[in-house]
């Protein structure tokens, strides 16, 4: 059973775009939702999280989206920019960022010149 | 560099063979999490440690996996008898355990059993 389903799977855009990466939950224990970018031979490096208690948090260029009563959030990154180009992971945890995390299967995003 | 570290970076072993990987959390982080990733595919959670207590094992660890992290510091991985089905990439994580701080992961150990 996938408890945390990221759409879409792979994700083109020009310079300056602003993708956007969409994940759902069925577990309405979850409490912490963080993204994670990953570039091919890395581990995954966080980006951004965001807690049940916000609708909306920016950080930078990143910025989540999050709709509890649909148990749906989003990732958007404004003026994308060649190096953005990765496969970036939604997550979602039971008790914090403490416990362990159940990820989405990814977003492989290629940003163009 | 006082990330976290993971030896060996890249392991091709025969069907068969028994496999260990290391390691080693961000100094004083007292969380340490095991995920295997396959191609195409999120992280999927393995095991994970409080100190040296071994709190939680998922269903696909299976007995030919064991995990250990003796005194609370490094952890180690190992798989016996490998399996084709075993190839993927193994990435170790940590974190301090305390309310609001996130999970630091490695860059992994890519295992090809062939």
């Known amino acids: 059973q996938q408890q945390v389903k990221q759409s879409p799977q792979s994700l083109i855009v020009q310079k300056g775009g602003i993708p956007i990466i969409n994940c759902a939950y069925e577990?309405?224990?979850?409490?912490?939702f963080p993204w994670y970018q990953q570039f091919p031979g890395k581990g995954p490096a966080l980006l951004i999280a965001i807690r049940p208690d916000v609708s909306e948090k920016k950080e930078g260029r990143f910025t989540i989206s999050f709709n509890k009563s649909a148990k749906q959030f989003s990732l958007h990154i404004m003026d994308s920019q060649p190096g953005d180009s990765a496969t970036y992971f939604c997550?979602?945890?039971?008790?914090?960022?403490?416990?362990?995390?159940?990820f989405g299967k990814g977003t492989l995003l290629t940003v163009n010149p | 560099d006082t990330g976290v570290s993971q030896d060996p970076r890249h392991k091709i072993t025969k069907r068969g063979q028994n496999v260990t990987f290391r390691c080693d959390p961000i100094s004083e982080h007292n969380r340490l999490y095991w995920y295997r990733q396959t191609l195409g595919q999120g992280p999927e959670f393995l095991t994970y440690?409080?100190?040296?207590?071994?709190?939680?094992k998922s269903r696909l660890l299976s007995d030919r996996f064991s995990a250990e992290r003796p005194k609370g510091s490094f952890s180690t991985l190992e798989i016996q008898r490998t399996e084709q089905g075993d190839s993927a990439m193994y990435l170790c994580?940590?974190?301090?355990?305390?309310?609001?701080?996130?999970?630091?992961f490695g860059q992994g150990t890519r295992l090809t059993v062939v």
């Open positions: 577990n309405t224990a979850f409490d912490y």
């Open positions: 994580a940590s974190s301090l355990g305390t309310v609001n701080t996130e999970a630091f």
């Open positions: 440690f409080q100190n040296e207590a071994q709190l939680e």
């Open positions: 997550a979602a945890s039971m008790g914090g960022s403490n416990y362990k995390l159940t």
